[in-house]
């Protein structure tokens, strides 16, 4: 069973205006991620009906990381209302995304040196999310279950 003064203090600490505010740039940096997804796809679309090289594998990974957005979105507005299990699942997700996306791109000949900028740019925003989530305002109201 959770010990109430622990609730209590971690409620308050969500309720502070340091808090809100992370999370407020946390969804902005989110919000940018799906943003440059989109560019992305859309890209893609247009190189495609426009006769250019547009792979399985780009369309694909567009379309999959512009549907994540939304989700991760979504888990951020639930996180910011105190729910620890998304407040976990988006720092784990910011953590691991970026690293996974770096390091297809740097796989040669998989996708274009363009495809791989953007997604690069899409990555920079899931770092501050990253760096946001671990830092003293959120780890305050979510202090590491025992």
């Not at 991620?33 to 694909?60: K, N």
């Not at 953590?95 to 690069?120: E, F, H, R, S």
Request: charged share 10%; net charge positive.
């Amino acid at each position: 069973m959770a010990n109430t003064s622990d609730m209590t203090t971690a409620t308050a600490a969500l309720g502070d205006s340091r808090a809100q505010e992370a999370f407020g740039t946390v969804k902005k940096c989110v919000t940018l991620f799906g943003a440059i997804s989109a560019i992305v796809l859309g890209t893609v679309a247009v190189m495609a009906f426009t006769g250019h090289q547009a792979t399985s594998f780009m369309w694909i990974r567009g379309a999959i990381l512009l549907a994540v957005a939304p989700l991760i979105h979504r888990m951020t507005v639930r996180a910011s209302q105190g729910s620890y299990k998304a407040f976990d699942r988006v720092r784990t997700l910011s953590t691991i995304m970026p690293i996974a996306i770096i390091a297809v791109d740097l796989i040669p000949g998989l996708c274009p040196a363009w495809y791989a900028v953007i997604q690069g740019l899409s990555a920079l925003a899931m770092i501050g999310v990253a760096v946001i989530t671990r830092g003293a305002a959120l780890s305050a109201a979510f202090p590491k279950k025992q």
